[in-house]
């Protein structure tokens, strides 16, 4: 009976996740769907970009509330259990993998036939809404893939891995490193532009600029 609860907690995060907020706000605002203009991305930066700053900043931020919220209500108010998983608790397991399934459903929306946004607003709320340090190692890991390696896909990379790495420490359960990886999955297909060859996205110093790491690209 838990572990139906559970599976329904999740899927109903990833089905909040999926809710399309930055896209919906383009339709309402300026009657233009963002799968059509710009980078064809239905994310926050594309509706910056491409409709308003103001309404872009909005659904930015509508996206990073799902992120946080779905992971503060998982962890506060589930059901606590009686187990450990490798060393974490019920609500602590539970609360990651919701936290995953949210930036998998902006990734991945049944809503707009399993496309969606790049999950960095998702992203960055689930992992702050974890642990308010995670901002700082988000920032470091991301920072030193803008900088060093001029390259998107590293900087995503590394901003998820130092932040699980620092978790895995600090709280003391391999579930972080479990979330490494999971996070990996759903988030570095969404930096890869399809019209490169492979080996090129993941080339170190692929851009020449920083300011072009932050340009929309169709993909």
């Not at 907020?21 to 491409?50: A, C, H, M, Q």
Request: hydrophobic share 50%.
């Amino acid at each position: 009976m838990i572990l139906f609860e559970d599976l329904i907690i999740i899927i109903c995060s990833y089905l909040i996740g999926a809710i399309p907020f930055s896209y919906i706000i383009g339709i309402v605002v300026s009657g233009k769907k963002l799968t059509e203009i710009g980078d064809r991305n239905p994310g926050g930066w594309n509706l910056i970009f491409n409709v308003s700053k103001t309404w872009g900043i909005l659904g930015t931020l509508l996206d990073f509330g799902k992120g946080y919220l779905i992971y503060f209500f998982v962890y506060k108010f589930l059901n606590p259990g009686n187990f450990l998983f490798f060393g974490a608790t019920h609500n602590q397991l539970i609360a990651m993998l919701s936290g995953v399934a949210v930036v998998a459903g902006h990734n991945y929306s049944p809503y707009l036939k399993f496309g969606g946004g790049k999950g960095l607003a998702s992203f960055f709320g689930f992992l702050i809404a974890l642990n308010p340090y995670n901002l700082f190692f988000i920032a470091i890991g991301m920072l030193l893939g803008l900088l060093w390696a001029k390259n998107m896909i590293w900087s995503v990379t590394m901003g998820i891995i130092f932040p699980g790495v620092f978790l895995y420490f600090y709280i003391g359960s391999v579930i972080y490193l479990l979330m490494i990886i999971l996070l990996i999955l759903v988030m570095i297909p969404k930096q890869i532009n399809r019209s490169l060859k492979m080996s090129t996205n993941f080339k170190f110093r692929k851009e020449k600029t920083i300011k072009d790491l932050f340009t929309p690209k169709i993909r």
